[in-house]
């Protein structure tokens, strides 16, 4: 166990250096557009281009790779994610940063199917859902603490600071996963067999299930800063206070849903996805009395990161024997959910309803719960389905 114990905390620990370069372009924009001579709306665009290259660069990724030993793969990606991130670490031009962004982004759907796939293979079966969470925890944590202390790295030191940082950290993940990640040998499914996996109808709609629910939340939490400043009169510094707060409670509860989907997958599931669609639907009467808001925020914080171990276990579960290619565009969904989250809620407070983004986002959760009845049909036995969710390995002890 407390090897398992070590595998775990070491790919957590590259899942957040790689989580943390996801968001982290976000705080340094304006430093970033004037020193590259383009507009803060133009450097936006160096987001856009991650989230493009997990979305559709994941996938192709993880085919390419299928048929190679799994931690000569981790390494490989941890390594590429390294070149990205020195690429945009050195980059003259915008357009080589672009390029940087896009090696990083490449690496990173692919590494964190990996890496949850090896979480579920080194635990004993009842303790999948934990497993998966804890490896999860790493982009909570990300988002907790990286990308803000990445930013004010930014500030001190100069944009290209934090991706100075983030390749060592990468370059520290790699020896790190040399040391202590088992051997294991490739896979022996086929690529079509991993195709074949993903184009079940289950499948499909798990995928479905997690891009709208998070979009829902993203239509919110995108715009959650004016929200709480224009709206319910908040000062910055305490925003800042109750980002942080949303952040813990992401983290509380990834890991509380990594024990629940233990016990009983699809009540997991449709818990969260119900609390989602309680929140979001109050939010906007909530947003308008200062400790209903912070009530909601903390509530909001605790089911936004709670549907990840659910969803992938479903995956999991529905996969079988060929489950990286399935999590890996499952993790391109979670991404592709907060695009059309982030696009239709600019959309919505351009047309002045920045109050109401929590009405919208509720519909999106409302469709991820009822499609979590078609991934999970009423009345299926889900006792103890980790011990069916986990690939066929002999746990690590």
């Known amino acids: 166990m407390r090897k398992s114990f070590v595998i775990l905390a070491a790919l957590c620990a590259s899942v957040f250096v790689v989580g943390t370069s996801e968001y982290l372009i976000a705080g340094l924009l304006p430093q970033m557009g004037g020193d590259l001579g383009v507009s803060v709306g133009t450097a936006g665009q160096a987001v856009t281009a991650y989230a493009l290259g997990v979305v559709i660069g994941g996938p192709l990724v993880t085919i390419a790779t299928a048929r190679l030993p799994r931690k000569g793969v981790a390494l490989g990606l941890m390594l590429l994610f390294a070149a990205g991130s020195a690429l945009s670490a050195w980059a003259p031009t915008f357009a080589a940063l672009l390029a940087g962004r896009v090696v990083s982004s490449l690496s990173h759907a692919a590494f964190l199917a990996l890496a949850l796939v090896t979480a579920t293979q080194v635990v004993p079966a009842e303790r999948v859902g934990r497993a998966v969470a804890a490896v999860a925890s790493g982009f909570t944590v990300a988002t907790l603490l990286g990308v803000p202390l990445g930013a004010l790295l930014g500030e001190r030191a100069g944009w290209r600071a934090p991706f100075v940082v983030l390749t060592a950290l990468a370059l ?13 040998a490739a896979q022996d499914t086929s690529i079509r067999e991993e195709l074949r996996v993903v184009a079940r ?9 997690t891009a709208l629910g998070f979009a829902g939340v993203m239509l919110v939490f995108a715009y959650i800063a004016p929200l709480l400043t224009q709206v319910t009169g908040f000062t910055a510094p305490v925003v800042s206070g109750l980002l942080l707060a949303y952040g813990a409670g992401s983290f509380a509860g990834n890991l509380a849903a990594g024990r629940l989907t233990d016990w009983s997958l699809s009540a997991t599931v449709r818990g969260v996805f119900g609390g989602l669609v309680g929140v979001l ?35 999991l579960k529905h996969a079988g024997a060929a489950p990286t290619l399935a999590v890996s565009v499952n993790v391109g969904a979670f991404n592709l959910g907060a695009a059309v989250g982030s696009a239709l809620g600019g959309a919505i407070v351009a047309a002045g309803g920045l109050r109401w983004t929590g009405l919208a986002g509720a519909l999106f959760s409302l469709l991820g719960l009822a499609l979590s009845y078609l991934a999970v049909p009423r009345g299926t036995s889900t006792a103890k389905p980790a011990a069916r969710m986990a690939p066929e390995s002999a746990p690590v002890s």
């Open 172 to 184: 520290a993940g790699t020896a790190l996963l040399a040391v202590v990640m088992p051997r294991q």
């Open 201 to 209: 109808r289950p499948v499909l709609v798990t995928v479905a299930t």
């Open 281 to 315: 639907v109050v939010f906007p009467v909530a947003v308008a009395w200062k400790p209903s808001a912070v009530v909601a925020v903390l509530l909001l914080g605790l089911l936004a990161t709670a549907t990840i171990a659910p969803l992938q276990g479903l995956i």
